[in-house]
C-alpha cells in the first residue's frame, strides 16, 4: 500500500491512556494545558507525516523518510535501529503500566511480576489479534478489488 500509513505507531495511542494517571499527579489543575499542548505537537506530526506520506508513497514509514533524507547509508540505517530501540522502550512503558492497571483484577496479595506478565500477554495477544484481522480485511479488500 503506498501513502503516509504507519502502522507500527499505533501503540502512541495508547500513551495516553497509561500515562494519564501520572500526568495528572503532576499536572493537577493545570492537566488541559498538556492536552492542548501534546494536542497541538500531534497536529504538526501528523501534518509532517502527512506531508512526507505524499511525497514518499511507499510502506516503508520512517526507514523510508530516513533512506530519502539521508541516503541508503549508515546513518539511515542506524537512526533506524534506533528508532526500533526506542519503540521497544514505549512498548515496555506501555506494558508496565498497563500492568500495574491490571493489578486491580487480582488480590492485593498477588505477585507483581506474575500479574504484570498476565497483563503483557494479554494486551500482546489483543495486538496479534487486532493485527491478524487487519491483514484479512486487508485481503479481502485487494481481491475484491481485482
Same mark, same amino acid.
Given at each position: 500500500?503506498?501513502?503516509?500509513?504507519?502502522?507500527?505507531?499505533?501503540?502512541?495511542?495508547?500513551?495516553?491512556?497509561?500515562?494519564?494517571?501520572?500526568?495528572?499527579?503532576?499536572?493537577?489543575?493545570?492537566?488541559?494545558?498538556?492536552? =492542548?499542548?501534546?494536542?497541538?505537537?500531534? *497536529?504538526?506530526?501528523?501534518?509532517?507525516?502527512?506531508? *512526507?506520506?505524499?511525497?514518499? #508513497?511507499?510502506?516503508?514509514? #520512517?526507514?523510508?523518510? !530516513? =533512506?530519502?533524507?539521508?541516503?541508503?547509508? =549508515?546513518?539511515?540505517?542506524? !537512526? /533506524?535501529?534506533?528508532?526500533?530501540?526506542?519503540?521497544?522502550?514505549?512498548?515496555?512503558?506501555?506494558?508496565?503500566?498497563?500492568?500495574?492497571?491490571?493489578?486491580?483484577?487480582? #488480590?492485593? /496479595?498477588?505477585?507483581? =511480576?506474575?500479574? /504484570?506478565?498476565?497483563?503483557?500477554?494479554?494486551?500482546?495477544?489483543? *495486538? *496479534?489479534?487486532?493485527?491478524?484481522?487487519?491483514?484479512?480485511?486487508? /485481503?479481502?479488500?485487494?481481491?475484491?478489488?481485482?
Amino acid at each position: 500500500m503506498g501513502g503516509g500509513f504507519d502502522w507500527h505507531r499505533r501503540d502512541d495511542r495508547a500513551g495516553i491512556f497509561s500515562i494519564l494517571g501520572v500526568v495528572g499527579q503532576i499536572s493537577g489543575n493545570a492537566l488541559w494545558i498538556s492536552f =492542548v499542548v501534546s494536542g497541538i505537537v500531534a *497536529l504538526l506530526m501528523a501534518y509532517n507525516l502527512a506531508k *512526507l506520506g505524499a511525497r514518499y #508513497p511507499s510502506a516503508g514509514g #520512517p526507514a523510508e523518510y !530516513l =533512506v530519502q533524507g539521508f541516503g541508503d547509508g =549508515v546513518l539511515s540505517g542506524g !537512526l /533506524n535501529i534506533l528508532l526500533w530501540i526506542v519503540e521497544i522502550f514505549a512498548l515496555a512503558l506501555y506494558s508496565r503500566a498497563f500492568g500495574e492497571y491490571g493489578r486491580t483484577f487480582f #488480590p492485593a /496479595n498477588s505477585p507483581g =511480576v506474575l500479574v /504484570n506478565i498476565l497483563a503483557i500477554a494479554v494486551f500482546s495477544s489483543l *495486538l *496479534l489479534l487486532t493485527s491478524a484481522e487487519q491483514g484479512q480485511s486487508e /485481503n479481502l479488500k485487494s481481491s475484491s478489488l481485482e
